[in-house]
């Protein structure tokens, strides 16, 4: 399924608030709240953060940003209420892989850590902390509206109608589609760089079993989970299934708060945690994360026995196929032939923009059936950096859409046409039911939902 049309907007303003926090009075700048919603607030502050961000994006509004930025937090604001309501959750680890999965876009997007702190005017661990809050409200947004869309069926008859009226200057263009393959190589982290992960960790403990520093101390100054490290390592009440198994394995287990639990290995590196309260089928814990690092040798040598490999399946001692099946550390494209899946369209085919961004830079030049050289990547589900070849199975070069070449393009239209309908409805009748205030001087604006402004 498609991100839902809704859910850009609120990334754009769910991960983008990040260049200052409220103030009250500092600097002589006096906040203002312009708009409450139910019981929460949208401050001015809010609005110009989002402003200012969607014009570092390039986005552009149709209408005044001041009021078309308001009325978008006060849905996003409608969406959370109702999650609450439905109890619609997310984990804390498609949390931590999208903040990460953001952080490494920024750097790459503004050109370095060091520009991207300065743009900002944060330091990276306080932006990715200002982050994580926002992220975990934009996926239960987009979890939100998924149950309230449910399963849409549309028909071949619906499509086919949808497209023979549309005016020819409304036929939708699709822009240029890759199919990609893959091989990765994740390199063997050294047995002494694990050993010394668990010697700090060893003495981490040793030093809370003694006195010598609180757990939250330590997870501030050392856990490489930055989003938890600000909050002294806790990452609040969550269920069995919000958790990786083996953090929940041992986190479920623990009865004593002032205990540190034995070292936990997981797909994201080496932790220790400590309870702090269980409610019911729900606990909240902190941790220490600590990550070891692949050595730059070792990065070195696998980029080579990858372009080793590669240079083999162009005097065709054997397929690319072949060598996926087989070779490949990446598990999600393993079995596939190394063909990477679209996540966002459930299909091989990405845009050039839905690829990572160091395989997209790779990808763009290439020709059809063409290998690349190796390179090095990082991970998005866990940040682990890997090593890489693809080939582009395929190429698709943009055009006006056809109903005999672009079906399940135009289906996805007409299905993105139907929950964007789906969703106002609901959006009308959820005004009807909830609280809301406007500033006077922020209500005089032509609103997509004319049901802010109650009679």
């Known amino acids: 399924m498609k991100k839902l049309v809704n859910f850009k907007f609120v990334v754009l303003f769910a991960l983008l608030m990040l260049a200052g926090s409220v103030m009250y009075g500092q600097d002589h700048v006096i906040d203002e709240v312009v708009w409450v919603v139910g019981d929460e607030a949208i401050l001015k502050s809010d609005v110009e953060e989002a402003r200012m961000n969607a014009q570092y994006e390039g986005r552009k509004f149709e209408g005044d940003p001041y009021c078309v930025i308001p009325e978008e937090l006060a849905i996003q604001k409608l969406y959370l209420h109702q999650a609450v309501l439905d109890s619609i ?22 050109g370095s850590k060091e520009k991207m702190e300065e743009y900002f005017n ?9 982050m994580r ?3 975990k409200n934009g996926l239960t947004v987009q979890k939100m509206q998924q149950k309230l869309i449910g399963d849409i069926k549309i028909t071949p008859a619906e499509v086919r109608r949808y497209f023979k009226d549309l005016p020819q200057d409304s036929v939708p263009y699709i822009p240029t589609q890759v199919e990609v393959q893959i091989i990765t190589s994740q390199p063997k982290i050294p047995l002494d760089e694990i050993e010394d992960v668990k010697r700090r960790l060893r003495e981490y403990t040793d030093r809370v079993n003694k006195g010598e520093m609180d757990f939250s101390t330590l997870a501030l100054l050392y856990s490489e989970d930055k989003g938890s490290a600000m909050r002294g390592g806790e990452i609040g009440f969550k269920g069995r299934g919000e958790l990786v198994p083996e953090y929940a394995n041992v986190a479920f287990n623990l009865q004593d708060p002032k205990k540190v639990s034995k070292i936990v290995e997981s797909e994201f590196g080496f932790h220790i945690i400590q309870l702090i309260e269980k409610r019911g089928d729900r606990i909240n814990t902190r941790h220490i994360l600590l990550k070891p690092k692949v050595n730059e040798k070792d990065l070195t040598s696998a980029r080579a026995r990858l372009d080793s490999i590669a240079d083999d399946i162009r005097k065709n001692k054997f397929s690319f196929d072949e ?3 087989i070779i490949s550390h990446d598990k999600d494209t393993r079995n596939n032939h190394g063909l990477m899946p679209n996540p966002q369209t459930n299909t091989s085919k990405f845009e050039m923009q839905q690829l990572p961004q160091e395989i997209a830079k790779v990808v763009d030049g290439m020709n059809v059936g063409e290998i690349s050289k190796a390179f090095t990547m990082v991970n998005e589900k866990d940040g682990k950096e890997v090593c890489a070849i693809v080939k582009l199975k395929s190429r698709i070069n943009g055009h006006k859409a056809t109903i005999t070449d672009d079906y399940q393009n135009l289906k996805e239209i007409v299905m993105d046409k139907r929950r964007e309908e789906m969703l106002e409805k609901w959006i009308v009748e959820k005004q009807k039911h909830t609280y809301v205030r406007i500033n006077d001087n922020w209500k005089n604006c032509s609103f997509k939902y004319p049901g802010w402004i109650k009679d």
Not at 102 to 108: A, D, G, K, L, P
Not at 122 to 130: D, L, N, P, S, V
């Open 122 to 130: 944060k330091t990276a661990t306080q932006i990715r902390e200002a």
């Open 89 to 110: 959750e997310v984990s804390e680890s498609e949390v931590l892989q999208r903040v990460e999965m953001m952080t490494n876009q920024y750097i790459q997007m503004i």
């Open 323 to 325: 060598a996926a099946s």
């Open 133 to 135: 809050e926002n992220v």
